[in-house]
């Protein structure tokens, strides 16, 4: 009987430690992704321009309705949220912190421009030793803290 326990406990722990693994190779996966979709000049490297470029591609993702404006509402049932359609993300504070941020004039919606700006404003934490362009190791650190945002890449503006 003790062998039988020690066999599910042991197997018990292999699968959650595969789990977890998968779940750092997706996240990783996930990672390289988004930073090929970044980088334009396909140079391993993404410059402040390119950084903006890539919250414009990623805008429509936010927007759920298409009229150019992100209300809060929109981030609850959206990409902000810890689990997209549960309102419970709001009351976690994660998504109220994030849409306030973004959100530079406070008429409760931001637009474009704005998480534009948010972006400009992001881009020397994230460029964390003042190269003038964030790697991939630096994109690993903003794509992990946006999470978990899920974000798509607008179709119509991918990489050629």
């Known amino acids: 009987m ?7 406990y042991f197997i018990s722990a292999l ?5 977890n693994a998968f779940a750092i190779e997706s996240n990783q996966l996930a990672t390289g992704q988004a930073f090929q979709d970044a980088d334009q000049m396909d140079n391993d490297l993404i410059d402040a321009a390119e950084f903006e470029t890539y919250f414009e ?3 429509p993702s936010f927007d759920l309705n298409s009229d ?10 959206g990409n902000f949220s810890a689990n997209p ?12 912190y ?10 409760k919606i931001f637009d474009l421009e704005e998480y534009i700006a948010y972006a400009r404003d992001r881009f020397p934490y994230y460029d964390s030793n003042g190269d003038g362009s964030i790697d ?3 994109f690993h650190l903003f794509y992990n803290e946006s999470l978990p945002c899920s974000f798509q890449v607008s ?6």
């Open 98 to 107: 994030r849409f306030q941020a973004i959100d530079a004039n406070d008429d």
């Open 155 to 160: 179709p119509n503006m991918t990489k050629d």
């Open 85 to 96: 359609g549960v309102d419970q993300a709001a009351v976690s504070g994660q998504v109220s």
């Open 15 to 19: 699968l959650t430690y595969s789990n």
């Open 136 to 138: 991939i190791d630096e």
């Open 57 to 59: 591609k990623i805008f």
């Open 2 to 8: 003790k062998n039988l326990i020690f066999y599910l």
């Open 68 to 77: 150019g404006k992100v209300t809060f509402g929109e981030c609850v049932r």
